[in-house]
């Protein structure tokens, strides 16, 4: 069953908690586990964790399930209440990468350590980002290279938005101008929405945002230019990546994953990784992820340890030569 985005949003923000109780039970089962996440219902991060709270349930991990949106302070208020969570498996983290890859960069003091202060489960999911051009940019503007070319051209119209400050989108931003010698203008939205809107109404030429926030409004008044990932996207086949057009070091994705607090057995996260993998494998949550040109990426929990230290290895040095700091602008 084919899933409209727009309707899917809706429903899952009229869900409330999103409590979810079981037909079997299990002789390991929680009885009542919660995912904690740093956003609202109907975002991207809740959308998945509800999906997930219902396989958490049907394949017996819980009796119960229910998703809690920690929201403020840009997602670290849910990585908090899961550090100082109990570690019997019932209270699961899902956030994106950046509260735990970027943040320990952006933030002086963080309340949490992303290392020490949690156990790697299991990736979620990932997605690229996409550049955008609206009315505001001539049609002869195909590329990225085109897009930096014509903003040098026109330096009062060298602005492009991202959907938050402090952002990696925001960084990527800073990262084309500097890499093509444009003064280019960084302008942060709260949300990608309203940037959109204002691109398509003429008044923001261009865009830095998730490959998902494209996917509606995908046509010929918001022009695709470029993927970020290693490999072009499913989702966008025929959009070169920024690497295929000449950055060669600008390769980035992003992922939300789960983690549970440190401390927790073994046995526990082994459960839980197990119950993950196979949730993400079904057709039912691929189907509902890819209206956000988000794909399924399972791994194991030590795979996650991995991927998020070379995250901070990747995005350390970017925000150190950008000189951005979320306590004071930089």
């Not at 940037?195 to 923001?204: C, E, H, K, N, Y």
Request: proline share 7%.
């Amino acid at each position: 069953m084919h899933i409209n985005r727009r309707n899917f949003l809706s429903l899952s923000a009229a869900a409330g908690l999103g409590i979810f109780t079981p037909v079997v039970g299990h002789a390991n089962t929680i009885g009542a586990a919660r995912i904690i996440t740093g956003f609202p219902p109907g975002t991207t991060p809740d959308i998945l964790a509800r999906r997930i709270s219902e396989k958490l349930v049907s394949t017996g991990y819980s009796k119960s399930a229910v998703v809690e949106n920690r929201t403020g302070a840009g997602g670290q208020l849910a990585v908090s209440a899961v550090k100082n969570g109990t570690s019997d498996g019932s209270i699961i983290l899902l956030t994106p990468m950046s509260m735990l890859g970027v943040y320990p960069f952006t933030y002086k003091k963080l309340p949490y350590d992303p290392i020490k202060d949690l156990t790697p489960v299991s990736n979620g999911a990932r997605f690229d980002y996409g550049i955008g051009v609206g009315p505001a940019v001539p049609e002869s503007v195909k590329t990225v290279p085109d897009l930096m070319t014509w903003f040098k051209a026109n330096p009062g119209s060298a602005n492009m938005a991202s959907p938050a400050t402090g952002s990696t989108l925001h960084f990527v931003t800073v990262m084309l101008g500097k890499s093509a010698g444009v003064d280019l203008t960084h302008i942060g939205y709260r949300g990608s929405s309203a940037a959109i809107q204002d691109m398509l109404g003429g008044t923001l030429p261009a865009i830095c945002a998730p490959l998902g926030s494209f996917i509606d409004t995908y046509n010929g008044r918001l022009r695709l230019l470029a993927t970020s990932g290693a490999q072009r996207s499913p989702f966008t086949k025929n959009i070169s990546t920024l690497k295929e057009q000449g950055y060669s070091d600008m390769v980035f994705s992003e992922w939300y994953g789960f983690f549970l607090p440190t401390g927790t057995d073994k046995a526990i996260v082994t459960r839980l990784n197990e119950t993950l993998r196979s949730a993400l494998d079904t057709q039912d949550i691929a189907t509902t992820l890819a209206q956000f040109a988000m794909e399924p990426a399972p791994t194991s929990p030590e795979e996650l340890a991995a991927t998020l230290q070379a995250d901070m290895k990747q995005w350390g040095p970017i925000v150190k030569s950008i000189g951005f700091s979320a306590d004071g602008a930089g």
